[in-house]
Nanobody, 115 residues
Framework: QVHLVQSAGGFVQSAGSLRLSCAASGLNFKITFMAWYRQAQGKERELVAGITSAGMTNYTDSVKGRFTISRNNARNTVYLQMNNLEPEDTAVYYC?????????WGQGTQVTVSS
């Protein structure tokens, strides 16, 4: 059984910063692709960023240059550093991985950015 436990989100003003973390257990973390998704109210869930076991990263266009995904294999944790936040980044953020042939999701955390 895989468990993904996310840190709390927060309420920040526009141009502020926030770091999310996601601690994983029940899997061989160092070989596992990890990702962050988000879902704004009334919208579909979208991929924000992903990181391979080798540390290669990808981002959706809207967050490039502002968000950074990273991982600490010794702590089985993936992070999402979010800088220069915009009101459009307001959403519930989820970490996700695929293991044992299925998707596993964190519990979700609310990030609210005020203008």
């Amino acid at each position: 059984q895989v468990h993904l436990v996310q840190s709390a989100g927060g309420f920040v003003q526009s141009a502020g910063s926030l770091r999310l973390s996601c601690a994983a257990s029940g899997l061989n973390f160092k070989i596992t692709f990890m990702a962050w998704y988000r879902q704004a109210q009334g919208k579909e869930r979208e991929l924000v960023a992903g990181i391979t076991s080798a540390g290669m990263t990808n981002y959706t266009d809207s967050v490039k240059g502002r968000f950074t995904i990273s991982r600490n294999n010794a702590r089985n944790t993936v992070y999402l550093q979010m800088n220069n936040l915009e009101p459009e980044d307001t959403a519930v953020y989820y970490c996700k991985t695929r293991y044992f042939g299925r998707d596993w999701w964190g519990q979700g955390t609310q990030v609210t950015v005020s203008s």
